[in-house]
């Protein structure tokens, strides 16, 4: 056949046999898979080491991390140290007169575990210092209660 002068030679493309049966064949394929399966595991490792969420299948699942079996001993001898003592302050022009639960947390710095108002009064009462003295003698014979209370329970 000859098109435009040029010979053509008919689809002859028949693909090369290798002489071991199809064996260079088998070791192409199963070093291919070799490789795919290498990536797959490096990319699970990479998503499970990267992955925040991760700790919500573990036995520690919740809003925060964990604490360790120590911390949390030393919380709650924490906690069993608590004691009440009278605090105050002033909201919205109100002086309130609070006895508080309280006692030093893990980082060294002080954690109210209640708080219960015990009186309030207008911040500009003339009679403000009478009305704080008495609130405040009364808070601290509160706190006393409730200490020995806890004691005692």
């Known amino acids: 056949m000859v098109a435009d002068g040029q010979a053509v030679r008919p689809n002859t493309y028949v693909p090369a046999r290798p002489e071991d049966g199809g064996a260079h064949y088998r070791r ?4 291919l898979l070799a490789a795919v399966a290498l990536v797959v595991v490096l990319a699970l490792v990479l998503v499970w080491v990267t992955w925040p969420e991760r700790r919500l299948l573990g036995p520690a699942s919740g809003a925060r991390a964990a604490l360790t ?4 001993a030393r919380l709650a001898a924490a906690v069993a140290t608590a004691r ?3 605090a105050h ?7 309130r007169v609070l006895v508080r639960r309280a006692c030093t947390g893990p980082d060294g710095l002080p954690v109210v575990l209640e708080e ?9 009462d003339p ?17 006393g209660y409730l200490n020995s209370e806890e004691r005692d329970a």
């Not at 302050?89 to 002086?95: A, M």
Request: proline share 2%; with cysteine.
């Open 89 to 95: 302050d002033e909201v919205d022009g109100r002086t």
């Open 116 to 124: 219960r108002v015990f009186a309030t009064f207008s911040a500009d």
């Open 28 to 31: 192409t394929m199963a070093g």
């Open 84 to 86: 009440w003592a009278p």
């Open 69 to 72: 079996r120590r911390d949390r």
């Open 127 to 143: 009679a403000w210092e009478a009305q704080f003295t008495e609130a405040m003698a009364g808070a601290r014979f509160r706190c």
